[in-house]
């Protein structure tokens, strides 16, 4: 066991967050933690790592835990570099780099019992710099960096220049090289563009020890955990599995407590019709007891009461067969062209998800699509009947100044009653009262609730959706994925949700180094592809590298200026091998200067000296070569797929 939550409640004013919360994480699990904004997700990491203290309850851990935060907010003070902040977590291998060099130079100078005792310091330095990964820490500081998004200019920055986004990205790469027992991650993919967030599934689907994750990212989730918490009503039910794990175990749960609370509604029903018949009768006694019974009975909740029921939208106007024509469409500014040679036909009933990083154009085809910006070349047409329905992220189309329901309204006919309305609104979790907040008191997940709600209820056709579900917790992005999974019309949207992606979209259209590629199928199936064809080429780069080297020994003699073009382009698996025999020579060396006959030799240990550090250089400088290599032969395969 890493730690233990027992019976936790914890309140704030008069609202109960947790209400005898319990759960175990134990060493090496992969764990999820779910539910919905304000339940309490965050409050439970800064519990555990005793930032706050519990109302009741217990908090174990275990004795020495080291534990790893993610805060959502880091900031970095003073001069040093990107680079420089990544390798303060190997402080300690910084120090014994700097007492190593010490007591190199103090052997040369010492003799007899000192000389002993320097030695003896020296090769219990270097077995724990070896254990620690005193060879390699550098690389996989880089690394680290590399994969979250870092290209080698930024690691010369000052930290403390970095934009927020920046500064979170690496106070996350510092967490992950530190290794803790256990992460504790809050929103780890925040600030990420998708290529990070995969490198970042990547690295902790292998992370050996134990990590507690918050993320309304199911797709991450469903690709790095192997355990969720579900976090409700101020309890947590423990599901094994990924995301899509626990949404069957809850479905079959959820379908169990209903059979419970049927079985108990028909005792009951049978219980108070005896205690009627016999209240004042012969079996008073009995049907006193039967009442004091019911009195006491735990009641299973009706979970049919917390669901929504099925949307039911009205049928939208029927557009043409071909609702966009994109024909060589170029798009961007004058000054610059973000994409160019866009040829595709979005047809009717088609949704359309288009990814990609930032500043590649995406939301500069919307632009482009609602007419706000002209096409720098190309042609963009429409089909005939198309209504356009724009949900813009900066929730323009929300008016403050009305209630939920008042703002609802201007978007329907006179006709409709607050029934309905009330009706609609419940199906976007606006249950009860919610309907008559002032929308100037929403928080900002709440108004784009309404926002696409207001859309939805417009019957425009063909619906436009920027980043959707940007400030919306799990639940409200299942309401979302419901209800457009009944809508009639046609929509393209803009999104980072690979989730919602995955339940909506029928094609991708995906912002890429190379361009931009069109693909007829939903995200995962677009994923698959992508990730095969990247995996393929780097098999052809590999299987290409290692007949050549097969037939280096039969060429042809090269001329120089080929010798010159061969040798710019270094392979990382040659570099690889280099970094091992180099590894290889400098441990002989190490081990050398370790004994007792060359630390009594003056001129035999400088001579070592300086060759052991003449070869931890070299081990330096492969490395650094070694990532940019690797760096170099992924664009190379992402280019070529």
């Known amino acids: 066991m890493l730690f233990r939550l027992s019976e936790v409640n914890k309140s704030y004013g008069t609202q109960d967050v947790l209400k005898g919360a319990g759960f175990q994480i134990n060493p090496g699990e992969h764990a999820g933690l779910v539910g919905r904004n304000g339940a309490g997700k965050t409050t439970i990491l ?62 040369t100078e010492s003799s007899g019992d000192l000389l002993e005792k320097i030695m003896l310091e020296y090769s219990e330095a270097q077995h724990i710099y070896e254990h620690e990964g005193g060879f ?41 090289l530190l290794e803790p027992d256990i992460l504790l991650l809050d ?59 626990y949404l069957i175990q809850k479905e079959e749960r959820r379908e169990q407590q209903m059979k419970a609370y049927e079985q108990q509604q028909e005792l009951i029903s049978k219980t108070e019709d005896f205690i009627r018949r016999n209240l004042a009768g012969q079996k008073t006694k009995q049907a006193k007891s039967r009442r004091k019974m019911l009195e006491k009975m735990d009641r299973v909740e009706n979970l049919n009461n917390l669901e929504t029921a099925n949307f039911k939208l009205k049928p939208t106007a029927r557009t043409g067969d071909q609702v966009m024509i994109l024909e060589k469409l170029s798009i961007g500014y004058p000054s610059q062209t973000l994409a160019k040679d866009l ?20 939301t500069t085809l919307l632009r482009t699509i609602l007419g706000e910006l002209r096409p720098i070349a190309g042609d963009l047409r429409f089909g005939s009947g198309v209504s356009l329905g724009y949900y813009d992220q ?56 309404l926002a696409i709600a207001k859309l939805i209820y417009s019957r425009a056709n063909v619906l436009m959706l920027d980043e959707p579900t940007n400030h919306l917790d799990i639940a409200s992005c299942e309401a979302l994925e419901e209800a457009l999974n009944v809508y009639d019309g046609t929509i393209i949207t803009v999104s980072h949700d690979r989730y919602f992606l995955d339940r909506v979209a029928t094609n991708i259209l995906f912002f890429g180094e190379k361009g931009v590629e069109y693909f007829n199928g939903g995200y995962t199936e677009f994923y698959e592809s992508h990730h095969r064809a990247l995996a393929d080429e780097q098999a052809r780069v590999a299987e290409a590298l290692r007949q050549e080297k097969t037939s280096r020994k039969t060429v042809t003699p090269k001329t120089d200026s080929t010798r010159k073009s061969k040798k710019k382009q270094v392979a990382a698996a040659e570099i690889e091998t280099q970094i091992h025999s180099t590894e290889a020579e400098f441990g002989e060396i190490a081990e050398l200067i370790s004994t007792e006959e060359v630390a009594r030799d003056r001129e035999r240990l400088q001579e070592l000296s300086e060759k052991y550090h003449s070869l931890e250089d070299r081990l330096k400088d492969l490395y650094q070569k070694w990532e940019q290599a690797l760096e170099t032969e992924s664009q190379a395969a992402q280019s070529a797929s």
């Open 187 to 245: 929103e780890p993919t925040n600030h990420l563009d998708v290529e990070a967030v995969e490198w970042l599934e990547d690295f902790l689907s292998a992370y050996k020890s134990a990590f507690l994750i918050i993320s309304h990212d199911r797709f991450f989730l469903d690709h790095t955990v192997n355990r969720v918490l579900d976090l409700e009503n101020g309890q947590i039910d423990s599901y094994k599995g990924n995301y899509s794990d």
């Open 343 to 362: 040829t595709f036909t979005l047809r009717r009933g088609e949704r359309l998800g288009i990814i990609g990083g930032n500043g590649t154009g995406k």
């Open 394 to 449: 900066r929730l323009l189309s929300v008016d403050e100044r009305n209630t939920v329901i008042e703002d609802l309204r201007t978007v329907a006919s006179s006709s409709v009653t607050d029934g309905e309305l009330r009706g609609f609104l419940g199906r976007f979790l606006f249950s009860g009262d919610d309907a008559y907040k002032p929308v100037s008191a929403l928080s900002g997940g709440e108004k784009g609730r």
């Open 136 to 176: 390699s820490y550098h690389a996989r500081a880089e690394s680290v960096l590399l994969g979250l998004g870092f290209n080698p200019n930024d690691f010369v920055k000052k930290a403390e220049d970095l934009s927020g986004g920046e500064k979170n990205r690496l106070g996350l790469a510092r967490l992950l």
């Open 46 to 107: 800064r519990l555990i790592a005793g930032v706050e203290t519990p109302d009741t309850g217990e908090i174990d851990r275990l004795k020495g835990l080291k534990l790893g935060v993610l805060s959502q907010h880091v900031d970095f003070i003073g001069s040093e570099t990107v680079l420089d902040a990544a390798l303060h977590v190997f402080e300690k291998l910084i120090s014994l780099e700097k007492r190593m060099r010490e007591l190199e130079h103090a052997m």
